[in-house]
């Protein structure tokens, strides 16, 4: 399976914030929308960065109170990692388990196209996973 085929499934949607929102106005959106990280983009095709929940944790152990004041482009991951449309999932899993994220922003010739998480990658992969066990399991007791 690809990634075009997880997108189908969920949507185009991505949740954007600009880098200068501040990191209380991520927050919220990130409650708002009960998502896990947003796409930090000043025009909602590129990709600035990406703020995830544990950006956003691991900012407030080490600066307190005063991290929600900062502007999300002070505390936003630079180095993010894509995908594109024809990547696999297996590819996916693999990257995301090696660079240690949960979410991947989908670039079509260079524009945002969507997000895959890891939440979208497993359901996926659980999916064909059970209709490879219901192919299987038809061919021995219908004996096809």
Do not use: W
Request: charged content about 30%; proline content about 3%.
């Amino acid at each position: 399976m690809r990634v075009n085929e997880v997108l189908k499934h969920k949507g185009h949607e991505v949740a954007t914030i600009r880098p200068d929102a501040t990191v209380l106005e991520a927050v919220h959106a990130l409650r708002q929308r009960r998502i896990g990280a947003l796409v930090v983009s000043v025009d909602q095709v590129s990709v600035t960065g990406m703020l995830s929940e544990r950006d956003v944790v691991i900012g407030l152990a080490e600066a307190g109170p005063g991290f929600l004041d900062r502007p999300v482009a002070e505390v936003m991951t630079t180095d993010v990692v894509t995908c594109v449309p024809d990547d696999s999932l297996e590819r996916l899993m693999s990257v995301m388990t090696r660079r240690r994220v949960r979410h991947l922003p989908v670039l079509e010739h260079g524009r945002l196209a969507g997000l895959v998480s890891i939440g979208d990658v497993v359901e996926r992969r659980l999916h064909e996973l059970e209709s490879e066990k219901q192919v299987l399991h038809d061919y021995i007791t219908l004996g096809r």
